[in-house]
């Protein structure tokens, strides 16, 4: 996979010049597939408040639908945008344990 690394401020929830990074990615996947455009975008998105959720959903999916529309003005792919609540203590774990990974188990 690619990474896009940008220096924002301490505690600040949204990711700021998400356009451009999703651009730069989408730009990156065209010439690298040889001239085709994702039909769905996945975003994992880790490290959000609760009382944040819907303004970084807002804010953070109109920057992902803003930069497929610089891209092209009519593409628009299908978006899911998974948010991860911060300091969670969940962990999933396989079903048959010949399937687990490491000595914790997790998936």
Do not use: W
Request: hydrophobic share 35%; glycine share 6%.
């Amino acid at each position: 996979y690619a990474a896009t690394v940008r220096v924002q401020q301490h505690r600040q929830e949204t990711i700021h010049e998400l356009c451009a990074m999703v651009k730069e990615h989408l730009v990156m996947f065209y010439k690298s597939t040889g001239g085709y455009k994702p039909h769905r975008i996945i975003i994992y998105r880790d490290g959000v408040s609760e009382g944040q959720f819907m303004h970084v959903l807002q804010h953070e999916l109109t920057a992902i639908r803003e930069a497929c529309i610089k891209l092209e003005p009519d593409y628009k792919p299908g978006i899911t945008f998974i948010a991860v609540q911060k300091r969670h203590h969940t962990r999933l774990f396989c079903a048959d344990k010949k399937e687990q990974s490491g000595k914790s188990g997790n998936i």
